[in-house]
């Protein structure tokens, strides 16, 4: 009886605990979704439901813009990325050479470096080198702090990689580029495809160091809503970024279930 007791109200706890966590993690997302919602303009007490914003939220051509702008910044960044974090995470893997551990090393730099100390270093780069600050600087700015993310996590994936599948491709005839292309990219690609979401959303979400390389005409949706904070975020921005969210869950869904497809499949 006092195990069934003890039994219960463990199982009573875990439930506590765990309804705390969620609600902890996702009631401030609810609140942006349900102001999208508010009648008021100032948007600081709920006053009534509404869905104009929505409407609004497109005639917004200056939020549109940079919602457009981070997609792109944060696609061209991505794309970068992934090229030069895939190919060094897989030269880290293959080969050995003098000076492997310090550039081992200096990719944990861009993650572990405060951001406004990038963001600084970035700007005075790109004087130096008198590259204008517009999109380009903030594609390259992006890139250069999502390729060690990409690094470490197609880097996961190749750690219980078989290089005697390689070879045995090769003794069948298969140059480096076939293996490389038919054989080692197909396997780890789902780290590929990891690490592009993660640099992706690094992109969509960055404010300091986009603050530090952007021009006036390449604003990103973080620098907008920061700029909107000073008189008051109104409901327009509420409602684009419960689209982003909703789409954001959407994605997520269809990725799991593709990978417990995956893993289902694997299993038969």
Known sequence: MKNKKKFNLETLSARFFSAFVYVFLYAPIL?????SFNTSRRNITFE?????????????????????????????STAIAVVIGTLTAIAMFRYKFKGKG??????????????????????????IASVPLGRISLVIAHATFSIP?????????????????????????????QVLTGITIPIIFPGIVSGAVLAFTLSIDDFIISFFTTGASSITFPLKVMESVRSGIRPDVYALSSIIMLA??????????????????GKD
């Open 48 to 76: 009534g439901f509404t869905v104009s914003w929505y409407g609004e939220m497109v005639r917004n051509s200056g939020l549109l813009e940079s919602f457009v702008n981070t997609l792109v910044v944060a696609s061209c």
């Open 31 to 35: 609140i942006v979704i349900l102001f």
């Open 248 to 265: 954001t869950f959407i994605i997520v869904i269809i990725s799991q279930s593709a990978a417990y497809r995956s893993k289902k499949s």
């Open 102 to 127: 310090v550039i081992d090393s200096l990719l944990y730099i861009p993650v572990v470096i405060p951001e406004i100390v990038l963001g600084i270093s970035l700007l005075a780069s790109f004087a």
């Open 149 to 177: 993310f990409v690094v470490f996590t197609v880097r996961a994936r190749l750690s219980g990689y078989d290089r005697s599948i390689e070879e045995a491709a090769m003794d069948l005839g298969a140059n480096r580029i």
